[in-house]
Nanobody, 122 residues
């Protein structure tokens, strides 16, 4: 699965950004898509994830400010980020969890898009 993320940029504290990530290529069954973020010297951490049945989860630090949504027909996931804070500054990565059946065997995988940088100034 190829993932193309966009929407990052520079914004002042309190502002908003909307990230999007589209899946393309040979697409098996995508079961969930999500957003992670990473800052230098730290591990990549989950921001939000949504399964294609509709339920979603959020990191505690973004609850009430960020909203993840998806368009199943377009294999696209969005992350609406409101009330941004300087601590939200990071490289944001989208991911896709997928499964396919090959030779009667279920195969699971996870692919990553390139990062998109979000910078929130104080």
């Amino acid at each position: 699965v190829q993932l193309q993320a966009c929407g990052g940029g520079l914004v002042q504290a309190g502002g908003s950004l909307r990230l999007s990530c589209a899946a393309s290529g040979s697409i098996p069954k995508i079961t969930a898509m999500g957003w992670y973020r990473q800052t230098p010297g730290k591990e990549r951490a989950l921001v939000a994830s949504i399964v294609f049945g509709g339920s979603s989860i959020y990191a505690d630090s973004v609850k009430g400010r960020f909203t993840i949504s998806r368009d199943n027909a377009k294999n696209t996931v969005y992350l609406q980020m409101n009330s941004l804070k300087p601590k939200d500054t990071a490289d944001y990565y989208c991911s896709a969890d997928w499964m396919q059946i090959t030779g009667g065997e279920e195969i699971f995988g996870k692919d990553w898009g390139q990062g998109t940088q979000v910078t929130v100034s104080s």
